[in-house]
């Protein structure tokens, strides 16, 4: 066995990967189309993040630039530093994660439960020293001793969807995808899975999310990353800057969802399928929604349930929270939900 398969074949780590996939009956039914996700909140960490973060891990490990006796070092708004801290404790190597402030009490949980030593910081813009990123860079770089992972350029973070989990996808679906909606944050994930899609059918369509706030819509559209910095709830997604990851992404179509729209979601899909997840998820079938009803009956659109309802309990499926954003949590009707995703 050589060391990489040696690597991944050690305790929880054997399980990251192959999940399965669910069709999402109730907007399948209101579009005509059949909406799936894949469900990458299965894995041991709870989201899709334990991918790159055990291929990073491995990654390094082989190549020599982490070493036993090291500490990874990573900013993240949560999930990436949950999947490295469940990928270190298995391996033997401590963690540091640099947060935001703001981020979900679940994640801070979770963090510990595996761990992970957690180092909060302002959550403020990227042009300001204090920001998570940064921070983390800083720390990361600041002894020989740390190994500073910086999933935002770190092209296996986008290498670990492009070898396994666009490839599952693609099996899972027989090969017939009409749509792929992913959303981004670091790119890794959507890099991953655009090239691999294109590369299988050009005629793949590819729907890039994005949450308020967020600049990529900005990017894809000018070239240049511009935002008015409004408030969001969604947490690992949507980003102000360029990365590496970027440069592998290929999209057809990128727009902006509300709060609001993810919350009305949110309520009708937990009252009619007795579905719950994260926030970023949301997103993701939020737009996966709207591509289906854009693209008529008959197509198959699929996308990430990339974390789960478990880490959205203390923001969009708490009331008191709901209500000081001024959101919305009324069941919608059909009619309005459909009429709700028609326009954007």
């Known amino acids: 066995?050589?060391?990489?398969?040696?690597?991944?074949?050690?305790?929880?780590?054997?399980?990251?990967?192959?999940?399965?996939?669910?069709?999402?009956?109730?907007?399948?039914?209101?579009?005509?189309?059949?909406?799936?996700?894949?469900?990458?909140?299965?894995?041991?960490?709870?989201?899709?993040?334990?991918?790159?973060?055990?291929?990073?891990?491995?990654?390094?490990?082989?190549?020599?630039?982490?070493?036993?006796?090291?500490?990874?070092?990573?900013?993240?708004?949560?999930?990436?530093?949950?999947?490295?801290?469940?990928?270190?404790?298995?391996?033997?190597?401590?963690?540091?994660?640099?947060?935001?402030?703001?981020?979900?009490?679940?994640?801070?949980?979770?963090?510990?439960l595996y761990g992970a030593e957690i180092v909060e910081t302002e959550a403020v813009p990227f042009s300001d020293d204090r920001h998570f990123f940064k921070v983390g860079k800083k720390i990361g770089q600041s002894s020989p001793d740390y190994w500073w992972a910086n999933q935002f350029d770190n092209p296996d973070n986008y290498l670990s969807h492009y070898l396994g989990t666009a490839p599952e996808m693609y099996q899972d679906m027989d090969g017939k995808i009409d749509a792929v909606v992913v959303a981004a944050g670091s790119g890794g994930t959507a890099a991953g899975v655009s090239k691999y899609m294109k590369e299988q059918n050009k005629n793949i369509r590819v729907v890039v999310p994005d949450p308020m706030g967020s600049g990529i819509c900005s990017y894809f559209k000018t070239g240049e990353f511009t935002s008015d910095h409004s408030y969001t709830m969604t947490e690992g997604v949507g980003i102000t800057r360029f990365q590496d990851n970027f440069k592998w992404i290929q999209q057809d179509e990128c727009y902006t969802i509300s709060d609001q729209k993810l919350t009305s979601l949110a309520m009708y899909l937990r009252e009619k399928e007795g579905l719950v997840m994260g926030m970023s998820s949301m997103l993701n079938l939020a737009g996966a929604f709207n591509t289906a009803l854009k693209m008529g009956p008959g197509k198959r659109v699929i996308t990430f349930m990339c974390d789960g309802g478990e880490r959205a309990i203390s923001k969009m499926y708490n009331p008191e929270f709901l209500l000081e954003k001024k959101l919305d949590g009324t069941l919608l009707p059909e009619k309005e939900i459909v009429e709700l995703f028609k326009n954007f």
Do not use: W
């Open 1 to 112: 066995m050589d060391l990489k398969t040696k690597l991944k074949s050690t305790g929880l780590l054997q399980v990251i990967g192959n999940t399965p996939i669910m069709k999402v009956q109730s907007l399948s039914q209101l579009t005509g189309c059949d909406i799936f996700m894949k469900c990458e909140n299965l894995n041991p960490g709870g989201t899709i993040k334990d991918r790159p973060a055990l291929h990073m891990v491995v990654e390094a490990i082989a190549s020599g630039v982490l070493k036993p006796g090291m500490t990874i070092v990573e900013g993240t708004a949560g999930n990436t530093g949950i999947g490295l801290a469940l990928v270190g404790q298995a391996l033997g190597y401590k963690v540091i994660v640099i947060m935001p402030q703001g981020m979900a009490i679940e994640k801070h949980k979770v963090l510990k």
